[in-house]
């Protein structure tokens, strides 16, 4: 018997092949592992140009997500963003899929965005240029059309991750409780929500820092689609102002990432109004995304092993949005 497999590593020789074959790229071409996480990413190298690969962890969506994320990629990149590009296959596809070990993983090519990534040591007029970067994603994805569908419902997430974290927890009651209250708190505000009166549209679904670059011109880059998909536009701001939390510390960051977002569209009364209810939403699907990674991935930056700093900002943020019991 095989024993199981969570995350494989596949062959950099054998995608290269798989690469050349698919891909209308100028010879010589070669795959070179540079990122293992959660989804893998190769820098191909070629005879012109260089290109990023993502292999996807397996069996993480149906295709029809995959689809959306490229479609809206292509859609942001011809209208101007600067986000990478997805490449078409030969036949005209934008992705294609590979039996792994541990299952079917799905793997496309994009254009390479070069940049300088942001860290934790950001100044508050990169938070503020980074929060007019993401205003501007938003504008871009107003025309945007797609054969498929690809929603953030935090609700059904949280429905479907919050067992694995109330598992996680169940040797320490005070915090399964806290949590079991919370999710119920914050899934009843979410319900309660007027769709119709707070702003929707495409989204990134995790603009932090670590996603976003400083081009060579002066201008924003954004990488890491992967939680993309039509959601409140307000809702995205709280992926940056999360990772602020847990790793910058500095309230006039987040103060001014949100003055850059107005810079180039300002939020209505009504998202204003759901600002507390949108950043504690997000403290609690990053507690539920932890209790998912820490066996998969590992100790990476925000889900290295200490967990109390998601329970410091999930109490307050609850507090502060009126749905502490």
């Known amino acids: 018997m095989v024993f199981p497999v969570i995350h494989s590593t596949l062959d950099p020789g054998a995608l290269t092949d798989e690469v050349a074959r698919r891909y209308a790229l100028a010879p010589p071409v070669r795959c070179r592992l540079i990122n ?17 690969l993502r292999v996807a962890k397996a069996d993480f969506r149906p295709p029809a997500e995959y689809a959306f994320e490229l479609d809206l990629l292509e859609h942001l990149h011809r209208a101007g963003a600067h986000v990478p590009g997805p490449l078409r296959q030969q036949d005209g596809t934008l992705f294609f899929q590979l039996e792994a070990p541990e299952g079917v993983r799905t793997v496309a090519l994009f254009t390479w965005l070069a940049g300088r990534p942001f860290t934790k040591a950001l100044t508050v007029a990169d938070a503020a240029d980074m929060g007019e970067g993401l205003a ?3 504008l871009a994805g107003r025309s945007f059309h797609s054969a498929h569908t690809r929603h953030v419902d935090t609700a059904a997430y949280l429905a479907g991750h919050m067992p694995a974290l109330l ?3 169940r040797d320490n009651p005070d915090e399964h409780d806290f949590y ?14 007027d769709p119709a009166a707070v702003p929707r549209g495409a989204v990134h679904g995790d603009y932090q820092f670590a996603n976003v670059l400083r081009l060579a011109d002066g201008s924003i880059g954004a990488l890491d689609f992967d939680t993309c998909g039509i959601g409140y536009l307000a809702q995205d701001i709280f992926t940056f102002v999360w990772r602020s939390d847990m790793e910058i510390r500095d309230e006039a960051v987040n103060s001014a990432f949100i003055a850059g977002y107005e810079r180039a569209r300002p939020l209505t009364g009504s998202e204003r109004a759901c600002l507390p209810l949108f950043r504690v939403a997000r403290d609690l699907v990053m507690a539920a995304t932890y209790a998912i990674l820490i066996n998969r991935v590992g100790p990476v930056p925000g889900f290295d092993g200490d967990f109390a700093p998601f329970t410091a900002l999930a109490r307050r943020h609850l507090s502060d949005a009126g749905l502490a019991a």
């Open 180 to 193: 079991a209250g919370a999710h119920a708190a914050v899934v009843r505000a979410l319900n309660g929500i």
């Open 136 to 138: 501007r994603l938003h």
């Open 36 to 52: 293992r996480a959660n989804n893998d990413f190769y820098e191909v190298l070629t005879g012109g140009p260089k290109f990023a």
């Open 167 to 169: 598992a996680m927890l």
